[in-house]
């Protein structure tokens, strides 16, 4: 039968909220995490991804709802007597201590014998990337992204069904981060453990997740995959929150009626799904790299007049600022399609509708 196929989620949050006295920080939050998943929990800095993540570990307890592991109410169980771990962006190693023993750390404190306890850390250096060498060389003589992942080695030291993660790679130079983002997805997969990981960097979530979960205000405002958050946010502040976009407000003044740019003068092709037939009020956000500068007798759906007035160079791709009324829109193009220095700095900007997201305001 289908159903017996369908694994029940591993954790799942019901209602669960978190007050501070007045203050709301987490707000009645719905959510399934399946077994081995990998969720990423974005949002800007106090949206409550934190407080969200320490319900979870069980540093806290929610004030309202419940939180459930394998369908067992876990809301008041420690987090020693949980099969979680939690790796944090301070990673708390022990500084006098040698990288095998800080990795062999959970395993002693189970009173695994010394021996067995190297064997497994040797392992488990394998599985980090770190050479076997190391197993004997101090932790602080390591660099940044060794210790990450001596840190990342000891949470699986302790076995457990779920890891989480709070911002583990956020102190980290850009380079080391996509190489960490890169192993962490592969670690991922080679243990089958379901990874909870929090960041404010949506390109961190984009690499790694197999499922995205934005928040905002406390509030779990989507949830979906890397390809659902990315082409089809829910709302304005998500549009917003993945990265670059331009966005223009438009309405309608009747069902049949032209939409009309509201902040930018003109008339544009606003394409379904999204907004709704009803809708009379919506945003349309478009991309940098979704427009483009028409040549004369070139058209598109959607056009605007305006005036370059800055441009950078983003390694393979360019960057314009283009003003537009009291606008500021962003066109990126491959450098082959870099306007030449000598063009005029007064630019049409067009994009086809299709190219577009459209939210409902
Ligand atoms: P950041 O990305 O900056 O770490 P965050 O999304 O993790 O932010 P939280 O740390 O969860 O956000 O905080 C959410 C809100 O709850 C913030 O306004 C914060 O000030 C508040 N808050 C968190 N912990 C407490 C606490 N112990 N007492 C009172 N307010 C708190």
Redesign the pocket.
Same mark, same amino acid.
């Given at each position: 039968m289908l159903q017996d196929k369908v694994k029940p989620p591993i954790l799942q949050l019901v209602g669960v909220r978190k007050t501070?006295n007045e203050?709301v920080?987490v707000e009645r939050i719905d959510l399934d995490v399946m077994d081995g998943e990998f969720l990423t929990i974005v &949002?800007?800095? &106090?949206? &409550?991804? $934190? $407080?969200?993540l320490r319900m979870l570990a069980g540093m806290d307890q929610p004030s309202e709802g419940n939180i459930t592991l394998h369908g067992e109410r876990i809301n008041d169980v420690p987090p020693n007597k949980r099969p979680t771990c939690l790796v944090f962006q301070s990673l708390a190693l022990f500084p006098h201590k040698t990288v095998g023993d800080n990795i062999g750390f959970p395993l002693k404190m189970r009173g695994v014998d010394t021996k067995t306890r190297r064997a497994r850390a040797l392992e488990l250096m394998a599985m980090v990337r770190l050479p076997a060498n190391y197993l004997d060389k101090n932790v602080m003589k390591c660099s940044g992204g060794e210790r990450q992942r001596v840190a990342l080695a000891r949470a699986l030291a302790y076995d457990p069904e779920v890891l989480f993660f709070d911002e583990p790679l956020s102190a980290i130079d850009y380079k080391l981060k996509k190489v960490l983002e890169k192993e962490l997805k592969d670690l991922h997969k080679e243990t089958g453990k379901t990874f909870i990981y929090?960041t404010?960097s949506l390109e961190e979530a984009m690499v790694m997740s197999d499922r995205i979960g934005v928040?905002r205000a &406390?509030r779990l405002v989507q949830v979906g995959t890397p390809e659902e958050i990315y082409n089809r946010p829910v709302d304005r502040f998500v549009c917003e929150f993945l990265g670059e976009v331009n966005v223009i407000e438009v309405a309608k003044a009747a069902a049949d009626a032209p939409w009309r740019g509201l902040d930018v003068p003109g008339i544009f092709q606003v394409r379904p799904p999204a907004p709704a037939p009803h809708a009379d009020h919506a945003f349309v956000a478009i991309r940098p790299e979704s427009l483009r500068f028409l040549v004369p007798g070139e058209t598109a759906e959607n056009r605007l007049q305006g005036i370059v007035y800055n441009e950078y160079a983003l390694g393979s791709r360019i960057q314009y600022q283009v003003r537009v009324g009291d606008k500021v829109m962003l066109v990126e193009l491959p450098r082959s399609k870099a306007l030449p220095a000598s063009a005029d700095r007064s630019v049409v900007v067009g994009w086809d509708a299709a190219d577009a997201i459209t939210v409902e305001a």
């Open positions: 501070f203050f920080a &949002g800007p800095s &106090g949206s &409550g991804k $934190t $407080t969200l929090i404010h928040m &406390g």
